[in-house]
């Protein structure tokens, strides 16, 4: 069957690989749509893994229920990508997200497990969940991407009344931005660098007000219109300079909450996290209740995901999708792969 696989830097190449057969262990599904992540990003920047077929946020359908009696053949499902080892520390505490294997097999994310950037897949049984009839093949799609969003806010420990900077308004800063209102958060702002997704930001309704992080005013117009600073901040961009502007625009005592990731070295001036007082927490994933919290709240009509999907276009356009989503001009944050298109 045809995949999309990483080949070299910002370079897919549409390869054949051995469809999943059948062996009362995983369950086998048929993807339907598939979701393009930050973080699928990273590794098609860097061109590696070479190999790696990503996608591991999709909905898909049964064809082989493997030891998942309660499922049927055509169920329409989607799953948590992670591997967690389930008798660890982490996972005994109900964090597997950061129980030390939970990356090593991912879906979509490791070799040995293909993700949705193709036509059938191999899950673990204990991860897949299966969708209410009142979720689309799309909102399923996006239920990952959403459920990292309400990690980050509820590690972020959102009051009302909250002033909320979000670094990065990709589809994560989008969703944070979101659930942080809904939180109770008084004033919400987005930061960034490519303005026609900072201005989108505010037109979807998600943000309040967006900053240009390119401004050389940028940290004095925080100032002007929030005088003692963001009682919390999430960087949902991973680099240096977001991470420092959050540093710079939270108030003494706040909290900043790091969702962003980065294979480079993080430098900030460490002495504005010590002079504040500041909190700094990592937020990865989500745990299995916040997953299925996600498909709730979209099942009830809570949230609207489907404002944030931009495009959905066949397999073959993926290195196209790709390239939109990272020109730094274009406001698309998230693009899915439908693998029959
Ligand atoms: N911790 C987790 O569990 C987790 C899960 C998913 C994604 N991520 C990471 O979160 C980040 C966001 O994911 P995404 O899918 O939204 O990615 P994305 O690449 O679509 O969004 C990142 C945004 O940050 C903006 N940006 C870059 N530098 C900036 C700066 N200095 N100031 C303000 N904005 C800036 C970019 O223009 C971009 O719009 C990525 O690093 C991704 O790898 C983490
Ligand atoms: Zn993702
Ligand atoms: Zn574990």
Redesign the pocket.
Same mark, same amino acid.
Do not use: M, W
């Given at each position: 069957m045809k995949a999309a696989a990483i080949q070299d830097v910002k370079k897919f190449a549409i390869i054949d690989i051995p469809k999943p057969t059948p062996d009362n262990s995983k369950v086998i599904i048929e993807i339907i749509k598939t979701g =393009?992540?930050?973080?699928? =990003? @990273?590794n098609w920047v860097a061109g590696n893994p070479k190999g790696l077929v990503m996608g591991h946020e999709f909905t898909g359908k049964v064809i082989d229920k493997g030891s998942r009696i309660d499922l049927n053949i055509g169920d329409r499902v989607t799953a948590l990508p992670i591997s967690p080892c389930g008798h660890c520390e982490a996972c005994e505490s109900g964090n597997m997200?950061y129980c030390s294997e939970t990356w090593t097999h991912a879906i979509g994310l490791s070799l040995d497990n293909p993700g949705g950037l193709t036509d059938t897949i191999a899950v673990r049984p204990d991860m897949v969940l299966k969708l209410p009839d009142n979720v689309t093949d799309e909102e399923g799609a996006m239920i990952?991407?959403t459920a $990292?969003g309400l @990690? !980050?806010i509820h590690l972020a420990d959102i009051k009302v009344g909250d002033k909320v900077l979000i *670094?990065?308004?990709?589809? #994560?800063?989008?969703?944070s931005a979101m659930f942080a209102k809904l939180e109770g958060a008084e004033y919400v702002a #987005?930061?960034?660098?490519?303005i026609a997704?900072?201005k989108k930001s505010v037109t979807l309704n998600v943000a309040d007000e967006f900053?240009d992080?390119?401004d050389p005013n940028f940290i004095k117009n925080i100032y002007t219109k929030v005088p003692k600073g963001f009682d919390k901040v999430i960087?949902?961009?991973?680099?240096?300079? !977001? *991470?420092?502007?959050g540093l710079m625009s939270v108030k003494v005592g706040g909290t900043i909450v790091? $969702? +962003? $990731?980065?294979s480079k070295p993080i430098e900030f001036l460490s002495v504005l996290a010590v002079m504040k007082e500041l909190t700094i927490k +990592?937020? #990865? !994933?989500?745990t299995k209740e916040e997953f299925k919290k996600c498909i709730e709240l979209i099942a009830n009509k809570k949230i609207d995901v489907m404002k944030f999907v931009d495009d959905i276009v066949p397999l073959e356009d993926t290195q196209k999708a790709y390239e939109r989503?990272?020109n730094?001009i274009d406001d698309a $944050?998230?693009i899915l792969v439908d693998p029959k298109k």
């Open positions: =393009i992540c930050g973080s699928d =990003i @990273h997200q990952e991407p $990292v @990690h !980050a *670094v990065g308004g990709g589809i #994560i800063g989008l969703v #987005i930061s960034e660098t490519n997704r900072g900053f992080a390119k960087d949902c961009s991973g680099n240096s300079k !977001a *991470v420092e502007s790091l $969702v +962003g $990731v980065s +990592g937020a #990865i !994933a989500y989503l990272t730094g $944050v998230k």
